[in-house]
């Protein structure tokens, strides 16, 4: 028998199941009752400086011994693998969840010993688990693995965070592998930037836009935010887009200035991670600079949310936003739970209400909309009306001194080329 063939069946080192040997078994297995099974995979954190410190042959030796200790406990139905390096594979016969933490609990607790009877650096060697749990689905055997795999790199102890299941596992996956793609995205200028249109009910003109950000993904096709922002704002790379979609407006508002447009408010979305950033606002008014736009055309929304988490910066934020000239909004107002609170402290020229205030309709939801917006008015803040669907929240609003709508129920959100035909071009009257 060839040595490689040898090494398929037994792992020279540990002495116990070769690679393809144990696929075959887990394989046999796993056949009937997969969800009778946990499929675990584990590691031992920092395991070269075992190697290190007291060479290959006592790391050799401690695998070995992990192996060894682990072996003894399992059942006739559970299989162990030293799959490569100080990665194990393990095939239990258990699932509930409170059970396996304990036996894995015990094989940490079996290899700490080991490790402070040898005065190892022992704080440093902790065993990481990834667990599996397979459904009665036609996922490959070697792919569980690979899931169990994957999940011990993101796990943080011997808690909830070392289980994941077929859903949770591709969403990590397919995450890592957006986020691989993200790096690239800005470097190709993948972002694009589309606009929903802002109606006044006056005359049922577009006078304004929200920019909103799509990303044209080579494989996946135009992505919504919902898709991309959270993990922009995870790998704190929000930043990158915001500024990408503020310069884009920037440079289409340079263009309709050339071309003597009429005037139409556009505002772009600051995160909060952006609005943080030391020296964003003299770079954002550089930029009003470069394409010779001034910053009182272009209006900047912080949401509510971020507006509570730190008031008074929020604060300072927006005062020295406002003194560069940029009309500041808070969007998905009554989101929150502090609204009228952040109407006393803070000076913004628009308020974004966000869709709760008429989705309930009825009579308390018309007093609340109608003293908000009188309320606003009263205040000199100017209104716009969000995520208004139905024939039935407009009439609502009609009541209102809410005046701009923006809406599904007139336009969704759209490329510039077609924003600049409907609103420059054909000036459509949308309202019957
Ligand atoms: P947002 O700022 O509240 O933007 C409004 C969202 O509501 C948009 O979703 C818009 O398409 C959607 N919408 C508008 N009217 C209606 C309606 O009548 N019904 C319904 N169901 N939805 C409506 P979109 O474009 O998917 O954006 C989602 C969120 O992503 C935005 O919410 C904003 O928070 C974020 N976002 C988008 N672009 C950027 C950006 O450039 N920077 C940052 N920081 N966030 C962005
Ligand atoms: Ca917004
Ligand atoms: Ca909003």
Redesign the pocket.
């Known amino acids: 028998m060839e040595q490689s063939d040898k090494q398929a069946l037994i792992d020279p080192m540990t002495g116990g199941m070769g690679h393809c040997q144990f696929f075959k078994r887990a394989k046999a297995l796993l056949k009937s009752d997969r969800e009778s099974f946990a499929v675990v995979a584990f590691d031992i954190r920092e395991f070269s400086l075992v190697n290190l410190y007291f060479g290959r042959t006592e790391g050799n030796r401690f695998l070995k011994f992990i192996h060894r200790s682990i072996e003894e406990m399992l059942s006739e139905e559970e299989l162990l693998l030293r799959e490569s390096g100080d990665l194990f594979y393990l095939l239990l016969k258990n699932r509930d969840r409170g059970e396996i933490l304990k036996r894995l609990g015990y094989i940490s607790k079996k290899v700490d010993a080991r490790l402070i009877k040898n005065k190892t650096v022992a704080p440093h060697l902790m065993l990481r688990f990834g667990v599996y749990l397979p459904e009665n689905d036609s996922t490959k055997v070697e792919h569980m693995f690979e899931y169990a795999n994957v999940t011990r790199k993101y796990s943080t102890g011997l808690n909830d965070s070392c289980f994941s299941d077929h859903r949770r596992t591709t969403k990590v996956i397919d995450d890592r592998v957006m986020t691989a793609s993200l790096m690239d995205a800005f470097k190709n200028n993948e972002f694009e930037v589309f606009l929903?249109p802002q109606v006044s009910l006056k005359n049922g003109q577009i006078v304004g836009a929200?920019?909103?950000?799509r990303w044209n993904h080579p494989e996946r096709g135009l992505l919504?935010?919902?898709q991309f922002?959270g993990l922009l704002e995870k790998y704190h790379l929000?930043h990158q887009?915001?500024l990408c979609?503020f310069e884009s407006v920037c440079q289409l508002k340079q263009k309709w200035n050339h071309k003597h447009y009429r005037p139409c408010s556009v505002s772009v979305?600051?995160?909060r991670q952006t609005i943080t950033i030391p020296g964003i606002f003299s770079h954002l008014k550089d930029l009003c600079d470069q394409y010779e736009v001034s910053p009182c055309d272009i209006e900047l929304?912080i949401?509510e949310t971020d507006v509570i988490k730190d008031f008074k910066l929020t604060k300072c934020i927006l005062e020295k936003l406002r003194g560069i000239g940029f009309k500041c909004a808070v969007?998905?107002f009554g989101d929150g739970y502090s609204s009228l609170s952040c109407l006393k402290e803070l000076t913004v020229d628009v308020i974004k209400l966000d869709r709760n205030f008429f989705t309930g309709t009825g009579e308390k939801a018309e007093l609340v909309l109608e003293a908000m917006t009188s309320l606003l008015t009263k205040m000199n803040v100017q209104m716009v009306a969000?995520?208004?669907?139905t024939a039935e929240q407009l009439k609502f609003l009609r009541k209102t001194t809410c005046d701009l709508i923006?809406?599904?129920?007139f336009y969704?959100?759209m490329p510039v080329s077609e924003f600049e035909q409907l609103t420059f071009v054909e000036a459509v009257d949308i309202l019957p």
Request: cysteine-free; glycine content about 10%; aromatic content about 4%.
């Open positions: 929903q929200e920019a909103l950000a919504a935010p919902g922002i929000i887009l915001d979609v979305n600051l995160s929304e949401t969007d998905d969000e995520g208004v669907e923006q809406g599904y129920i969704k959100p």
